[in-house]
């Protein structure tokens, strides 16, 4: 079974619809609305609002309507507290945990190094990089209990972990969780868990609506090889890949999807 983290929207949502919907029982994860800040194509911030709990209900009626199995938890990860009870809930639901998508984050409305302060580094990492790692913890504490020889964690990056001015915070947990992601594939594999990153490009994320802008677009297209912004289905993909058995010798390694972006952008 499977636990992903912010399922309620956007990316989380779509890998908890093609997890279970390919035979993957799944616990998600949710978290009252709060703000969610994008950058603009003139780097202005704009504000979104995170879904909740209506926004997890719809994803958790597209699961199951297909035949798919999930449930959904309402979780602050930032509280370690509510960590533990995630996982909790999640093997008293399906059973022990073999599989962990760690997908929820925050990010801050103005993250340029200017606009940072104590408070907004705290709560960037507390979630992005401690609440993970929590997470990570708890999930081979009971992976262990239970006996289990073969395991798979997926982290979700970012390509701004390489390098955004405007997003200082954000993108420096991401390159946190790609650090860690890499040190736990050492660290767990001699317990048949697999650990490794996706890290997406543009992608319209749908929070509620897309971030990216028809202006934004076009402004990004023609950086982009393959000529599209992602879809939250381009990320699922990649992910339910990493986890499956045709990545049974891959681990420690971050998969950048993003059409090619990476390198377009250096035009």
């Not at 202005?44 to 209900?57: L, M, N, V, W, Y």
């Not at 979780?75 to 929820?104: H, M, Q, W, Y």
């Not at 984050?105 to 200017?114: G, K, R």
């Not at 997003?167 to 050492?186: D, H, P, W």
Request: glycine share 10%.
């Amino acid at each position: 079974m499977a636990v992903v983290t912010g399922a309620n929207h956007g990316i989380g949502a779509a890998i908890a619809k093609e997890l279970a919907w390919r035979g993957y029982r799944v616990a998600m994860t949710w978290l009252e609305p709060t703000g969610y800040a994008y950058r603009n194509v003139d780097s202005s911030r704009i504000i979104h609002t995170q879904g909740g709990q209506d926004e997890a209900d719809r994803v958790l009626r597209e699961i199951t309507t297909e035949g798919g199995e999930a449930v959904s938890i309402s979780a602050d990860l930032s509280k370690p507290d509510e960590i533990i009870a995630v996982l909790e809930a999640a093997r008293s639901a399906f059973g022990p945990v073999d599989t962990l998508i760690n997908n929820a984050a925050h990010a801050e409305a103005d993250d340029t190094i200017e606009a940072t302060d104590a408070a907004s580094i705290d709560r960037t990492f507390s979630v992005n990089v401690r609440g993970s790692l929590l997470l990570i913890q708890t999930f081979l504490r009971q992976y262990r209990e239970a006996g289990l020889s073969q395991g798979a964690i997926v982290n979700i990056s970012t390509n701004a972990a390489q390098c955004d001015p405007f997003e200082i915070n954000y993108g420096s947990s991401k390159a946190a969780v790609e650090a860690f992601t890499r040190g736990l594939c050492v660290a767990l594999g001699p317990y048949g868990v697999r650990v490794n990153a996706v890290a997406p490009g543009p992608v319209h994320t749908g929070i509620p609506k897309s971030y990216i802008t028809p202006e934004l677009e076009q402004a990004l297209i023609p950086r982009i090889p393959l000529g599209r912004c992602g879809q939250p289905e381009d990320i699922a993909r990649a992910v339910r890949f990493l986890v499956s058995d045709d990545a049974q010798w891959i681990s420690g390694q971050v998969l950048t999807v993003d059409g090619g972006h990476t390198w377009g952008r250096c035009q």
